[in-house]
């Protein structure tokens, strides 16, 4: 079996860079890679760039936000000649529950309200991960 | 229209109708009293002056056999004045006639009463000439006929006056009635159209102010989003105009201050939750290295990071609670698995303290139509006392039952209870029963606050030393619907 097969890639989407930080020390292992981007537009670019498995996105960032990263990703990946790979699983964060309740009660993906225990995020992030293979 | 000038047109034109109904029926009883009058004025001088006529028609016939017999001229003198007046009573009388039949008789008696007096003036001259019998004769004959027509011509005048008088009193009577049947049908007009046009206003108005008051008790509850129908120019439409404007105000001030406390709350969480995680990750390195000491440090800060996030959380949701700007996502909620993520929740901290806690459910359905997040919090600020005030190797136990149309959710633990003296106040903001400075003193009132918010009531039964006892009770007939 390839190398890069096994390899699992996650994109955390925050403008906070500590929270990014310590994510992805929380996260590496088991041959994960692991990107940061600090909002929805630098996200955007680098899932144009190459696929990701998994992304964790808070939902409130400045310029483009966590549900408008959302919709831009599904819209493109309704043309799947220029993008071949596949909708990449959403993890949502938020420091607050009751905003945007209109797009997290759309979605189906899983939302964790801020701050969340350390073993909640990894056994979330085993479990999609799984899924996707 | 403005409402001033709206309620000056309705007076005015009351005030008309009124006064048209007036003048109408003062037109009508002018005729009653012209009818009265003119029975007055004309058919009761017409029957003196024909009674005054009989009385001188008799008395002229015994003053002329009188001056005819004794030959006395004190009587031809009297005779003179009797004529001279009864021919000026004749004069006045002909003043007072009004049917044809009354003229006719009159006019007979004229012949009659000129005649007897040509006749008087032929025995005069016979009585001169020394032929008294021949006088005699004509006193006997022509003359006592001629004033024989004078008094039967008095007595058709008389019939024909009276059938004159009953003709007038009876039209009197019928106008009579015509009047009062007129001045109540105008008074009934007028009263309609006067009550018409007054309740045709207040219907508009109170109409307008219905409406307005609809829109205020909506928009108190909370529950109005588009503007309401401001139509009319009067001021009951500019206040429709200046509640629109408000509601569209406040709801940007609701947008601002939602926005606000989004804003608020991802700040101070996103740092909290570095701290959490980055703590747990130095934890996990300190355990599996055998650090004790960094282990107990690392774990401080974790604890001290949940401890401040339950302070946020506390002061977060007393701020919004206390702005109005905690619009509630009510969904169909399980609540016996919210309670259960709650205590999960609160779970370190029962362990840490050695409490246990226990859960009992009765019933089948504790589905409710609530906000997840709220519930949770209610729970774990409740669980979070009841676990802070029960001394080690205590209990807390959980009470969930579904009682027909509300769920009731019982926290009893066997702690320290709580003095009497400070129950009232317990649900008050800033209060801590037992005067301790850990804590914001918001719990309680968050409580209440949230559980207000869903309809429902908290209520708190402690006896000192033995334990507390919290009730919390929500509706959940909405979540059927």
């Known amino acids: 079996m390839p190398e890069e097969r096994l390899a699992r890639r996650i994109l955390i989407v925050d403008d906070d860079e500590a929270l990014r930080d310590v994510l992805t020390t929380a996260l590496s292992g088991e041959g994960r890679e692991i990107d940061g981007a600090s909002d929805g537009t630098v996200a955007l670019a680098m899932l144009e760039q190459q696929p990701y498995d998994l992304v964790l996105s808070d939902l409130r960032m400045p310029c483009v936000d966590g549900p408008t990263l959302y919709e831009t990703l599904r819209t493109r990946h309704r043309f799947p000649v220029r993008f071949a790979t596949k909708l990449p699983r959403v993890i949502f964060m938020t420091g607050n529950a009751s905003e945007h309740t209109e797009f997290l009660r759309g979605t189906t993906d899983p939302i964790l309200e801020k701050p969340f225990p350390l073993r909640v995020i990894r056994q979330m992030v085993t479990v999609l991960l799984a899924a996707s293979s | ?481």
Not at chain 2, 142 to 159: F, S, V, W
Not at chain 2, 218 to 239: F, H, Y
Request: hydrophobic share 45%; proline share 3%; charged share 25%.
């Open chain 2, 1 to 481: 229209m403005r409402l001033a000038p709206k309620i000056f047109l309705v007076s005015a034109l009351v005030i008309a109708v009124l006064s048209v109904a007036v003048g109408w029926s003062a037109l009508t009883v002018k005729r009653l009293v012209t009818a009265n009058q003119e029975i007055a004025t004309r058919s009761v001088p017409a029957m003196r002056l024909q009674g005054s006529l009989r009385e001188s028609v008799g008395s002229l016939v015994r003053l002329e056999t009188r001056a005819l017999v004794l030959r006395d001229q004190d009587y031809a003198a009297a005779w003179n004045r009797r004529t001279a007046r009864l021919a000026e009573e004749l004069t006045a009388l002909g003043a007072h006639l009004e049917t044809d039949a009354e003229r006719a008789a009159y006019r007979r008696i004229q012949s009659a009463v000129e005649e007897y007096r040509r006749h008087v003036e032929a025995e005069r001259r016979l009585v001169a000439g020394a032929q008294a019998a021949a006088a005699l004769r004509i006193a006997e004959g022509p003359a006592r006929e001629a004033i024989q027509r004078a008094e039967t011509a008095l007595d058709e005048m008389a019939a024909a006056t009276e059938a004159a008088l009953a003709g007038s009193q009876a039209r009197a009577r019928a106008l009579e009635e015509s009047t009062w049947r007129a001045v109540a049908m105008a008074l009934l007009i007028s009263v309609a159209t006067a009550l018409g046009a007054s309740a045709l206003l207040a219907y508009r108005m109170t109409r307008s102010l219905g409406r307005l008051t609809v829109a205020t008790a909506s928009l108190a509850e909370g529950s109005r989003t588009g503007p309401m129908a401001a139509e009319g120019r009067d001021e009951i439409g500019d206040l429709g105009r200046s509640f629109n404007r408000m509601a569209e105000r406040l709801r940007e001030v609701d947008r601002l201050k939602e926005e606000f406390f989004s804003q608020i709350s991802h700040d101070l969480r996103n740092p909290l939750a570095s701290i959490r995680l980055a703590a747990e990750i130095l934890l996990e390195r300190a355990r599996a290295a055998g650090d004790t000491r960094q282990a107990r440090f690392t774990y401080l800060i974790d604890a001290s990071a949940v401890r401040m996030l339950s302070l946020v959380n506390q002061i977060l949701d007393f701020t919004r609670l206390r702005a109005n700007a905690m619009p509630l996502d009510r969904r169909p909620v399980d609540v016996l698995k919210t309670v259960v993520r709650a205590m999960d929740e609160m779970r370190p901290l029962a362990e840490e303290k050695r409490v246990r806690v226990d859960l009992a459910a009765d019933g089948g359905d504790f589905t409710a139509l609530a906000e997840e997040g709220s519930l949770v919090r209610v729970v774990v600020n409740l669980l979070g006392n009841a676990i802070a005030f029960t001394p080690a190797s205590g209990a807390v136990t959980l009470r969930l039952t579904a009682d027909g149309h509300r769920l009731e959710l019982q926290v009893r633990d066997t702690g320290v209870g709580i003095p009497p003296e400070a129950l009232p106040g317990i649900f008050e903001p800033y209060r801590q029963a037992h005067g301790q400075a850990k804590g914001t003193g918001l719990g309680l009132a968050v409580v209440k606050g949230l559980v207000g918010a869903h309809g429902g009531t908290v209520r708190v039964e402690s006896e000192p030393g033995k334990g507390s006892c919290f009730t919390v009770t929500i509706p959940k007939v909405e979540a059927a619907a």
